[in-house]
C-alpha cells in the first residue's frame, strides 16, 4: 500500500507546464541557464490543469532514496524545473504530469535519463522498461500494470528524454490508459516544446 500512495502522490503531479514568473536566466545579473521546457495547458484541453515550479527537493523527495537521487541532480547540474499537472480526464487519462528540467548541460541532462532508465522502475513506481513502437530514440518508458492487490491500482506510464540541456518527463495513469495513447502523447508533447 505505500508504493500505492507513492503512486497516487506522483501521478498527482501531472504535465509540465509554464510555471510562471521569472527563469533562471532571466534574473538581472544572472548567467543565461536553459529554462524549463513546458507543456501548455491547451495540449489537453479536455483536463483541468495547474502549473507549478519544481525543485530539487520535491523530485528527490518522490522517489524511494531521496539522497541519491539528490546527488545525481547535484552532480547533473538541475538547475530548475516547472511541471503541469492535468485532471479530471475523461479520455485515456485521469491524471497526466509533464515536467521540463533544466540542466547546465547537455551531458547532465543526458545523465539524468541514464538514471531514469536504470531506477525509474524501482525508484518511483513498481514498473518494467518498455520499447513500444513508433517512440522516439532516447525516450525511456516504463509501464505499470494492475495486479489485482490493490482495486484502485490503474495502469500507468512514466517516460523521460533529453532535448539538449533539457529533460522531459511524463507520468500518467488512468484505468483506460494504454501505450498508443501513452505515445502520441509523447509525441505531442515533444512537438509542443
Known amino acids: 500500500m505505500a508504493g500505492m500512495a507513492r503512486t497516487v502522490g506522483v501521478i498527482a503531479m501531472v504535465l509540465v507546464g509554464c510555471a510562471g514568473g521569472p527563469t533562471p ?12 521546457l513546458v507543456l501548455p ?6 483536463m483541468t490543469s495547474d502549473a507549478s515550479p519544481v525543485d530539487g527537493d520535491r523530485l528527490a523527495n518522490e522517489v524511494v532514496h531521496p539522497d541519491e537521487l539528490r546527488a545525481v541532480l547535484g552532480e547533473a547540474g538541475f538547475t530548475a524545473g516547472a511541471q503541469r499537472s492535468f485532471g479530471a480526464g475523461t479520455g485515456a487519462f485521469s491524471r497526466v504530469l509533464a515536467r521540463g528540467l533544466a540542466f547546465e548541460t547537455d551531458a547532465g541532462a543526458a545523465a539524468f535519463v541514464t538514471w531514469f532508465g536504470d531506477n525509474a522502475g524501482e525508484e518511483v513506481i513498481t514498473a518494467e522498461r518498455i520499447s513500444p513502437a513508433d517512440v522516439p530514440d532516447g525516450v525511456v518508458v516504463f509501464r505499470h500494470l494492475p495486479d489485482g492487490c490493490c482495486h484502485n491500482d490503474v495502469p500507468v506510464y512514466l517516460a523521460a528524454w533529453q532535448r539538449g540541456p533539457s529533460v522531459l518527463y511524463l507520468h500518467v495513469g488512468g484505468r483506460r490508459a494504454n501505450t498508443r495513447a501513452f505515445v502520441e502523447l509523447i509525441a505531442s508533447y515533444d512537438q509542443e516544446v
Open 25 to 36: 536566466g532571466d534574473a538581472p545579473g544572472s548567467s543565461a541557464l536553459p529554462a524549463p
Open 41 to 46: 495547458a491547451s495540449a489537453l484541453p479536455r
